[in-house]
């Protein structure tokens, strides 16, 4: 038994570590095999049985409790191994989470697109990741050991000592916009967002950069400056009027042409709802289309009138759209007063245009009809010369022939179909001349009072109908002051530039010679001042006025190649200015020639073309009694047929308007090249452009104009032959 009991301190003895429990079993043993020991040595010669029991029993009571002891202590030393393997598989799982982290940060890192670099607090790159490689060019093989400063511009190294210094303290720093360096040199633009890299004992030992690209940014941001500087250049200097509004219609946003537009300043109206700017009438239709740009429609253009800040109403064409995304509506107004305006003024000149046509197509054939009734009166005037009471019936005759002459003259004025004669005259010495026969028409209670330019330009135009169309004004400023007042005539050299042009389409940019002819009558109603050219418009009492002066006048001064514009005020007088181009020396024209009475013959032979028979009968039968043969033909065809049959001709004598495919002038051109000696006079009432151009004759054409006497007829024909 005491073997056991040693046999068992040994194996205890022999576990090693020794845990307190192996110490204690082992102190017991050996006192158990000691106690054992020391009896057997002492009690050797003797026997007792009871004492053996109670040993045995010791025994085998020491022998449970160590067996107890040993089951214990093996169960805990399990218990231990379990909870090591678990503490160890804990510990591992925490090592694979961890380098997880790692790994799934570096992942991060290297997939970033911003560049992110770890540097010492001395500057050293510790880090560098893809996105770094390319923003700055350098590998991370390259970049990592190297200093800082290969990315940094030389004036910039302060810059990054700084940054450093500041890191070094704990602060931290954001979106720091700053430039760097490539490694081929260019600069790159971009933002640090730099912290402190702290160790476990939370010292810094570092810093940590996340640099992003600007040069996108920058570019971007550019384009959007801009675009948005464009913007509101075209905002502040557009001729249209811009509105931004809200969902109900308060004013946003007024561009600055609202002044010249409406003459409002922006910011007396902008915070003002746009209803206390359209017209009362017009506001259901602008709040329907206000409802249609909401409802996603599509906003068609439409017209809206506006009060002006002066009370006057302007109409305003509107394109405008709807954004969602702001809540606002935007408009963009255009201004159709001068488009109006230039409608009317086209619209008036068509009217004018279509009146003119008429009334020359009519003042031709009246012509006609004149020239055989004034030439035959001529005539019967001869023949009743002994019988008194039938010359006053041919006289009456006669004033009534030249009284309708004078109603065709003034509508071919009008029409812009008379054949002016145009040279070079001294403005204010016709006016001085007209002044002194005025006088007396005029009366006492009107006072003509000149004021001319005393280095008044020469002006080219007809001196005659120049005259008459200063007489015609002059009358009516008589007519508008019948008790009395002042008549001025004035003169002015006048240089129109293109902007009074733009402004006045009828009219060439250049300098003229300015004939104002005002009055302190009346004046005209506002409303008749659009009408006072046309024919026939007469304010006059019936039998008073044909309603032809003023339009005669703006024929004539059309036709010259002027302008003429009306001022009035009613209560307050008119003026009417005539501008007339200034001459650049053209002489006397070839059709003019001195008048004389004497009636002059010949023996020439005259071909004679004219599509009227009666007018050519009559022609014929007048030329004959001044002693010329005569050959006629009813158009052009017929003419160059006698032409080519070679009968001999002194002079062909053609009217300028015919039926068939030639004219007069195209006749006359087609004689000329048969016989170029052949002598060529023209006749005709209404011309159509054909021999007038720029309201002259044509150079080296001679004209007899219809109506026309048998005295004008005989001389013409001698300065046609003569020429």
């Known amino acids: 038994m005491w073997l056991l009991g040693l046999a068992a301190l040994l194996v205890l003895w022999s576990r090693r570590p020794h845990s307190m429990i192996d110490v204690w079993l082992m102190v017991v043993l050996c006192a158990w095999l000691f106690d054992i020991a020391l009896a057997a040595i002492l009690n050797v010669a003797r026997f007792d049985l009871g004492f053996y029991v109670g040993r045995i029993y010791g025994l085998c009571a020491a022998s449970f409790v160590l067996g107890v002891l040993l089951v ?67 590998s991370a093989a390259e970049a990592v050991g190297q200093h800082i400063s290969i990315i940094v511009p030389p004036d910039r190294r302060g810059e990054e000592n700084d940054i450093l210094a500041r890191v070094g303290q704990g602060e931290a720093i954001d979106h720091y916009e700053t430039q760097r360096l490539h490694k081929d040199g260019r600069a790159v633009d971009v933002s640090l967002s730099i912290s402190p890299i702290r160790s476990a004992a939370g010292e810094i030992v570092g810093a940590s950069k996340i640099a992003r690209d600007l040069t996108e940014s920058k570019r971007t941001r550019s384009a959007l400056n801009r675009e948005i500087e464009e913007r509101q250049r075209i905002f502040e200097t557009s001729q249209d009027l811009i509105l931004v509004t809200d969902s109900v219609g308060n004013l946003i946003q007024v561009s600055p042409s609202v002044t010249a537009i409406l003459g409002y300043r922006p910011d007396e109206m902008m915070g003002h709802n746009a209803i206390a700017f359209i017209h009362q009438e017009d506001l259901q239709s602008t709040r329907n289309e206000m409802r249609t740009a909401r409802k996603g429609g599509l906003l068609r253009s439409f017209e809206t009138r506006y009060v002006h800040k002066d009370g006057r109403v302007v109409m305003l064409n509107w394109m405008g759209t709807w954004s969602e995304a702001v809540q606002r509506h935007f408009f963009i107004g255009r201004d159709l007063t001068e488009k109006r305006a230039a409608e009317a003024q086209f619209r008036q000149a068509q009217k004018m245009e279509s009146i003119g046509q008429l009334t020359g197509g009519i003042a031709h054939d009246f012509n006609n009809i004149l020239t055989v009734i004034t030439g035959a009166i001529g005539v019967l005037a001869e023949v009743v010369a002994d019988q008194p009471e039938l010359v006053s019936v041919a006289q009456l005759i006669d004033d009534a022939a030249e009284r309708g002459a004078q109603l065709t003259k003034q509508l071919l004025a009008f029409a812009r ?38 280095d008044a330009w020469p002006a080219l135009a007809d001196p005659n109908q120049l005259s008459t169309a200063i007489l015609n004004l002059a009358l009516n400023a008589r007519d508008a002051m019948p008790h009395g007042g002042k008549l001025m005539l004035e003169t002015l050299n006048i240089a129109l530039d293109e902007g009074y042009v733009s402004m006045n389409s009828d009219v ?6 300015m004939i104002a002819v005002s009055d302190t009558g009346s004046g005209i109603p506002a409303a008749l001042l659009d009408k006072v050219f046309d024919p026939f418009f007469t304010t006059k009492e019936v039998g008073k006025g044909t309603g032809l002066g003023l339009s005669m006048v703006f024929g004539f001064v059309k036709q010259t190649g002027g302008h003429i514009k009306i001022y009035s005020e009613e209560g307050h007088g ?150």
């Open 72 to 138: 214990d202590n093996v169960a805990l030393q399990a218990k231990m191994a379990r909870l090591v393997g678990v503490l160890r598989r804990q510990a591992a799982s925490e090592r694979n989470h961890h380098a997880e982290r790692e790994r799934l940060f570096s992942a991060v890192v290297e997939s970033s697109k911003d560049a992110i670099i770890a540097e010492a607090l001395d500057g050293t790159i510790t880090a560098w990741n893809k996105a770094a490689e390319d923003l700055f060019g350098y």
């Open 417 to 454: 179909k008379q054949p002016l004669q145009p040279r070079e005259i001294d403005v204010n010495a016709l006016l001085l001349e007209a002044a002194k026969l005025l006088r007396p028409t005029l009366g006492e209670q009107i006072e003509i009072s000149p004021k001319l330019a005393e």
């Open 508 to 513: 060439a940019a250049g300098d003229y010679i």
């Open 574 to 723: 008119t003026t009417i200015r005539i501008y007339l181009p200034r001459s650049t020396g053209v002489g006397q024209s070839a059709g003019e020639a001195r008048p004389t009475t004497q009636v002059e013959r010949g023996d020439e032979t005259v071909l004679i073309v004219e599509d009227d028979a009666l007018v050519r009968k009559y022609v014929v039968t007048q030329v004959a009694s001044l002693g010329y043969a005569t050959l006629e033909a009813a158009n052009a065809a017929e003419a160059l047929n006698i032409i080519d049959a070679g009968t001999a001709i002194d002079l062909l004598f053609t009217d300028v308007i015919m039926s068939g495919a030639m004219n007069g002038r195209q006749l006359v051109d087609e004689a000329l090249k048969r016989r170029p000696a052949l002598k060529t006079l023209f006749t005709s009432g209404y011309t159509e452009n054909a021999i007038i151009h720029h309201g002259r004759l044509d150079p080296g054409v001679l004209l007899l104009a219809k109506p026309y006497r048998k005295p004008e007829l005989a001389r013409m024909i001698r300065v046609a032959l003569a020429s």
